[in-house]
T-cell receptor, first 113, second 115 residues
Framework: GESVGLHLPTLSVQEGDNSIINCAYS??????FIWYKQESGKGPQFIIDIRSNMDKRQGQRVTVLLNKTVKHLSLQIAATQPGDSAVYFC????????????FGGGTRVLVKP | GAGVSQSPSNKVTEKGKDVELRCDPI?????LYWYRQSLGQGLEFLIY????????KSGLPSDRFSAERTGGSVSTLTIQRTQQEDSAVYLC?????????????FGPGTRLLVL
């Protein structure tokens, strides 16, 4: 899918630096959170997830932090590479509401060589 | 292995015409989801299937939108009497089962343009 358009917040980062992408979620009942990466012309690609009973989870070069007190989620990308340039979406799910994901508006990450 | 596939990749239609969008989920995935991504917006949930049943149709924007799934596999999203505001990318996802923590894997989407 084409990434959303002209008014996305954009994070410009130098290749090799760390990136931090933030997301505020709305529903205190949400109990599962996911980060997706979407490159131009493609569908969203799963990066990492976290359940509400955790506050941190690490993957390969990525870390997700969850602060339920302020309903805030962040994605940290270590040693950002040109291939990390994409739009990043957070999504939340309320287990009691089935598997419907509610997505945030997205952040565009531009990696400068 | 094969991922979620969608067809057509692009569809241009005239206002008032009907369109059908197809989704082939990952083999063996029992849950299938449709989302819509409009320009300048995030992804918006439309409907999901567990097997051939649709427990949650709450995201369908109007009665012009309908979806079905047969054989627990392929799904078709139909938009009748298309309007210009229906122009968007329609994304399909599947997961092995429904339930908290089941990762949804997305297809490449169908770009729909209503003239």
């Amino acid at each position: 899918g084409e990434s959303v358009g002209l008014h996305l917040p954009t994070l410009s980062v130098q290749e090799g630096d760390n990136s931090i992408i933030n997301c505020a979620y709305s529903n205190s009942a949400s109990d599962y959170f996911i980060w997706y990466k979407q490159e131009s012309g493609k569908g969203p690609q799963f990066i990492i997830d976290i359940r509400s009973n955790m506050d941190k989870r690490q993957g390969q070069r990525v870390t997700v932090l969850l602060n339920k007190t302020v309903k805030h989620l962040s994605l940290q990308i270590a040693a950002t590479q040109p291939g990390d340039s994409a739009v990043y979406f957070c999504a939340e799910n309320i287990g009691a509401a089935g598997n419907k994901l509610t997505f945030g508006g997205g952040t565009r990450v531009l990696v400068k060589p | 292995g094969a991922g979620v596939s969608q067809s057509p990749s692009n569809k241009v239609t005239e206002k008032g015409k009907d369109v059908e969008l197809r989704c082939d989920p990952i083999s063996g995935h029992t849950a299938l989801y449709w989302y819509r991504q409009s320009l300048g917006q995030g992804l918006e949930f439309l409907i999901y299937f567990q097997g051939n049943s649709a427990p949650d149709k709450s995201g369908l924007p109007s009665d012009r939108f309908s979806a079905e799934r047969t054989g627990g596999s392929v799904s078709t999203l139909t938009i009748q009497r298309t309007q210009q505001e229906d122009s968007a990318v329609y994304l399909c996802a599947s997961s092995p089962m429904t339930g908290l923590g089941e990762t949804q894997y997305f297809g490449p989407g169908t770009r729909l343009l209503v003239l």
